[in-house]
């Protein structure tokens, strides 16, 4: 039996708590704008292409193996609590990289940014999606891709703040690295104060599942533990892993990629970098809608069939072509922030809302193994060799959503026959 719904004027505006979710990813977001960093990085440090774009991947890392325990730590003291270290942590580690910069340590860079800004991302990252999905029952698919999409629209104010910063007449790396850590810690500790946990059972005055939202989720919530016998987990994960390696290879090297497609300079390179970051937000928005309209396996499949036709238009674009790069790009960071958007529902619907910040923190190593793969892929062979191993990978990927379709039709079929029996 079923929980009764908990309503009434006592509980906070969820809007509002919403507004500071979107505004703690903004600043998370930030991380997407790596590749401005890239160049002047790998000239401060004297060090090699793949050697620099590691500390993105290491980045990632620590992202996603964090935020499986972010989840877990957000339901049990609280997302206020869990958010405000989180951020602590990733202004922490921002501000250490631009202190130890002069050490030309890149190792230092590793654990300043890496690790420790990594860990903090992956805590503050996790809570809001966690939080609303328990405060919008009546619009999973659309909250979890407005929670995450601020998170995609970060790297558009740190591209066009850090560019002319980092240029050797300016300021430079260290500098740039101390200030933006300082606004990151700011911002996400103030805005996290709002949070506040969904009572049990929550549900909006005088909203009850329709037909079609009952049917398509779980009869009830799974633990992690259950999750992780389900086979579901694994494809959902290994779906997530693949959108993730083929978009943030493209995400690690936008700027040095523009600047050598089309040989425009670091400045006008940043742009590319927040076209990107703005169709990802945009993205995580668009397909969350979309999935709660034709489901989420159709969602991924039109995901990875559009980034298909985008490697393949990138690929074809020369010198003196900038203008044409910003299209693939920006469908690149649509379908790259649709996943993000749409998955945290999916996971919803298989394994139930009440643990879903666990389920999904843990189905975030795949972002980790998609942030390692897709940066390193595209950092050790040359640019036009990664675009078509994407191509294949994506083409690959397109089986997987159908695969999913067919084990919740399977598994419906099943409790139906459960109910007749």
Not at 207 to 233: H, K
Not at 357 to 364: P, Q, S, V
Request: proline share 5%.
């Amino acid at each position: 039996m079923s929980s009764p719904s908990v309503t009434g004027t006592s509980n906070p505006n969820r809007w509002l708590i919403a507004i500071a979710a979107f505004v703690v990813q903004l600043a998370l977001g930030s991380v997407y704008a790596w590749s401005v960093f890239l160049l002047p990085v790998m000239k401060t440090y004297g060090a090699p292409k793949a050697a620099a774009n590691l500390t993105f991947s290491i980045t990632l890392l620590a992202l996603g193996i964090t935020a499986g325990f972010g989840g877990y730590f957000q339901s049990r003291f609280g997302p206020r609590v869990i958010a405000t270290i989180g951020g602590l942590l990733y202004g922490l580690g921002v501000i250490l990289a631009g202190v130890t910069t002069p050490a030309h340590n890149l190792f230092l860079l590793y654990l300043t940014y890496g690790i420790i800004g990594g860990i903090g991302i992956g805590l503050g990252y996790i809570v809001p999606l966690a939080m609303l999905i328990k405060w919008f029952p009546d619009r999973r698919g659309f909250i979890t891709g407005l929670a995450v999409a601020g998170f995609g629209l970060g790297a558009i104010f740190t591209g066009q703040v850090a560019a002319p910063l980092l240029k050797p007449t300016s300021i430079g790396v260290g500098p740039t690295f101390t200030y933006l850590g300082i606004a990151y810690l700011i911002i996400v500790v103030a805005a996290s104060q709002v949070f506040r946990k969904a009572p049990d059972g929550y549900a909006p005055d005088g909203w009850t599942p329709s037909a079609t939202q009952q049917s398509v989720r779980t009869s009830r919530d799974l633990t992690l533990a259950e999750s992780l016998t389900n086979p579901r987990w694994y494809l959902l994960w290994l779906i997530l892993a693949l959108n993730v390696t083929a978009g943030a290879a493209l995400i690690s090297v936008a700027s040095p990629l523009a600047q050598k497609f089309t040989g425009v300079d670091a400045v006008a390179a940043a742009v590319i970098v927040s076209t990107i970051s703005i169709f990802n937000g945009v993205g995580r928005l668009f397909w969350a809608w979309l999935s709660d309209v034709i489901g989420r396996p159709f969602t991924f499949v039109g995901i990875f069939v559009v980034q298909i036709i985008a490697f393949l238009v990138l690929a074809q674009i020369g010198m003196g072509g900038f203008s044409v790069l910003l299209i693939p790009a920006a469908l690149i960071g649509l379908c790259y922030g649709g996943g993000f958007g749409t998955m945290p529902a999916f996971a919803a619907d298989f394994f139930g809302p009440k643990n879903s910040g666990t389920i999904y923190g843990a189905m975030l190593t795949a972002w980790s193994a998609g942030g390692i793969v897709g940066p390193l892929l595209i950092a050790s062979v040359d640019y036009h060799t990664a675009i078509y191993i994407i191509v294949v990978i994506l083409v690959i990927s397109t089986a997987l959503p159908f695969v999913a379709r067919a084990m919740a039709q399977r598994k419906t079929t099943e409790i139906a026959g459960q109910a007749g029996s």
